[in-house]
């Protein structure tokens, strides 16, 4: 009888704006205590890519088969790291070529579309109908995995947004593929989906979907979790229409 290959290893990278989020969200984990998954934070990165890729270079040498970027805000069930772990191998034997994954994504756009996932996003539980795992066009920030030796980065140009579809559509130019996994986590963001929102925040949505529109032009149409793109400034139009300006 053969024995079941081994399940893939993992190691953990958030990046740092507040202190107190991170401890009282994703530190509290229990699979990130003393003895359990290794993880390091990085403060004050200018981008998303600035914590995950030294990140990922350091997985290379240390020995991680992925790497899973997390938000300070989001929590772990105990028990998540086995159930990811095991979702991996899953989904990695039925696409070999899976080189990113995440706990909700989106495959298709327009009326054709599909959600994928099951997560609790600000108290509201999220748990689309499509089976899982799913093969998707993008995912969300919140969680997004990178098989260690796939070749892939983080671009820079996509600052703290959309980082997470820009790794899907990056994978799938060099031949590979995405997928939603079914790891239940908790994500306890303070960002408002509309209404009024900090300046700042929307200017650096903005100014970030304009890289992700220029860089993707050739693309689009393309359906995040939370936008729907099918020219450059649709991102902006959208913000606009749905946020206040915060004095």
Known sequence: ???????????????????????????QSACLQ??????????NSTSAAAAFNPALQAQAVQGADWLVWVHQDVHFPPGWENLFRQALSDACAQWPTLAVAGVYGVRGVGAQSVRAGHVLDRGLLLQESAALPCLVDSLDEL???VRVNSGLRMDPAMGFDF???????????????????????????DTPPHGVMPAGLIERIKKNAQAFEHKWAHRLPVKTPCFEIHQAGDVAAFVDSITTAAP
């Open 163 to 189: 980082y997470a579809t820009d790794l899907v559509l990056q994978a799938q130019e060099a031949g590979l593929c995405a997928a939603a996994l079914d790891a239940f986590c908790e994500h306890w963001s």
């Open 143 to 145: 969680l997004v995995a």
């Open 34 to 43: 003393r003895g359990g998954l290794p993880w390091s934070a990085y403060f």
């Open 1 to 27: 009888m053969s024995r079941p290959l081994p399940l893939p290893s993992i190691a953990v990278v958030t990046s740092v704006s507040r202190l107190d989020v991170l401890q009282q969200r994703l530190a």
